[in-house]
């Protein structure tokens, strides 16, 4: 498997792919790819995944492109204004909020929904009860609206992110939620009740827009 990625505005992922080989893909971010490229939609896990995919967000089928012939290429996007970046499963699994998965490859890829391990970061911390994790050996290609923001945190070091800027983190990073203390931050500030907390070690990717709700989108007079 061999891929690029281009563009400014929004960044499109160009791959080209060698017979048998085989890419998971949110669904709908197919651009353009060769007719001799087959897929299809597919429940990574089966059917035990499919009812904790429903709660993620993320849909309950991937789409499942498969090549049948070597140099076949596919381009994908997630439709929204950003950039991608690669994230090796050489350094462990990823943890990807609502939105910020675009693609996954290589010899072997496990695509699971796991459930946040704190309560109240499951309510108030914007990514969820359900957050969809990838492990394995090979690539995964995130989005984020914007541009991106990277911190390693060490032992011990933790960040607050404002709801709605985290794209993805490392599985060792533990995800919870702070208190806005105050009655005029909370008021005014426009943060909330909570701000997420991320506690290291572990790699985190913020965006520095917070990502559009489908279905939520300016509208437009007539």
Request: with cysteine.
């Amino acid at each position: 498997m061999r891929y690029t990625i281009s563009g400014e505005l929004a960044q499109v992922a160009n791959l080209e792919l060698d017979k048998s080989e085989t890419c998971w893909t949110s669904k709908g971010s197919i651009i353009a790819l060769d007719p001799g490229l087959g897929w299809t939609l597919k429940v990574p896990g089966g059917a035990g995944g499919a009812a904790r995919r429903m709660m993620s967000g993320e849909g309950v089928a991937l789409t499942f492109i498969s090549a049948s012939a070597d140099g076949q290429r596919a381009t994908l996007a997630a439709n929204q204004p950003g950039k991608i970046i690669a994230w090796s499963l050489d350094d462990g699994p990823v943890i990807t909020t609502r939105g910020s998965f675009v693609a996954a490859f290589g010899p072997r890829i496990d695509i699971d929904v796991r459930v946040a391990k704190r309560t109240g970061a499951a309510f108030f911390g914007g990514a969820g009860f359900f957050l969809q994790s990838i492990s394995g050996n090979g690539t995964v290609l995130i989005h984020g609206s914007g541009d991106f923001i990277e911190r390693d945190l060490g032992e011990g070091e933790a960040v607050l992110v404002s709801t709605g800027n985290l794209a993805a983190f490392a599985e060792s990073v533990d995800y919870d939620i702070q208190g806005v203390s105050g009655c005029r931050r909370v008021a005014f500030g426009g943060e909330g009740l909570f701000m997420t907390r991320l506690n290291g070690p572990g790699r985190v990717l913020l965006q520095s827009l917070k990502r559009t709700t489908p279905g939520r989108g300016p509208r437009h007079r007539s």
